[in-house]
């Protein structure tokens, strides 16, 4: 089955302690992004992915730092986590469809609390 | 810059009746527009895309939108609610300057009542 997976699904932490949310996916797909999900704000994009060793900001980096050494994996870290990064976090997969655009795969979501 | 706006953060019908969903969108060029429904608990899951092929745009489960330029509105409607379409919806633009990037609105949330 085609999908996108996410661990932990849910993860209760302290403020400086370091962690990251896996993101794995097996659709052979380029591009990957992780978003993060607030009341009232919508999703807003973290990081992104183009390929292997690729990656670039998003709108709110702060805080956040990833990685793209294989293709199917793309780690969220956060090296200092501060109250200000709970939220809920999804990651996402695509690839060029026939029409030439980037319809987007979601993981399941990851529901982050720093206390 | 991109953006899209939802009209109503909160939208409730009966079941058998239409639902509709307002969304506004700004952007500089022809914009691919989507929407995409959130059920409680669970990932994201794409309803419908327009790419600036038909402007009727037909989905999953019943629904459809209309990319109307000359209002820069892309509306979600479906004939006859159920039960199950009780969820999140959200309009999204795709953004300039990475094919890879998405501009969400803020969501709405639909309610069934029976």
């Known amino acids: 089955e085609a999908q996108v997976t996410q661990n932990p699904r849910y993860l209760i932490t302290v403020t400086g302690k370091k962690l990251t949310v896996t993101c794995s996916q097996n659709?052979?797909?380029?591009?990957m992004s992780w978003y993060r999900q607030d009341p009232g704000l919508g999703l807003r994009q973290i990081y992104y992915?183009?390929?292997?060793?690729?990656?670039d900001k998003g709108d709110v980096p702060e805080g956040y730092k990833v990685s793209r050494k294989e293709k199917r994996n793309f780690p969220l870290i956060l090296e200092s986590p501060s109250p200000n990064q709970t939220s809920l976090y999804f990651c996402a997969s695509s690839s060029p469809t026939r029409d030439s655009v980037y319809e987007q795969y979601f993981g399941p979501g990851t529901r982050l609390t720093v206390t | 810059a991109q953006s899209v706006t939802q009209l109503d953060s909160h939208v409730s019908v009966s079941e058998g009746t239409p639902v509709l969903l307002r969304c506004n969108y700004s952007s500089s060029y022809s914009p691919s527009l989507f929407w995409y429904v959130q059920h409680p608990n669970k990932g994201l899951q794409l309803l419908l895309k327009?790419?600036?092929?038909?402007?009727l745009v037909k989905g999953i489960n019943g629904f459809e939108a209309e990319f109307k330029k000359s209002e820069t509105s892309f509306h979600l409607t479906k004939p006859s609610a159920h039960m199950s379409d009780a969820a999140e919806y959200f309009c999204v633009v795709r953004g300039f300057g990475g094919y890879n990037k998405l501009i969400f609105g803020a969501g709405t949330r639909l309610a069934v009542h029976p």
């Open positions: 327009y790419t600036s092929a038909a402007t």
């Open positions: 659709m052979n797909h380029e591009y």
């Open positions: 992915s183009m390929n292997v060793e690729v990656t």
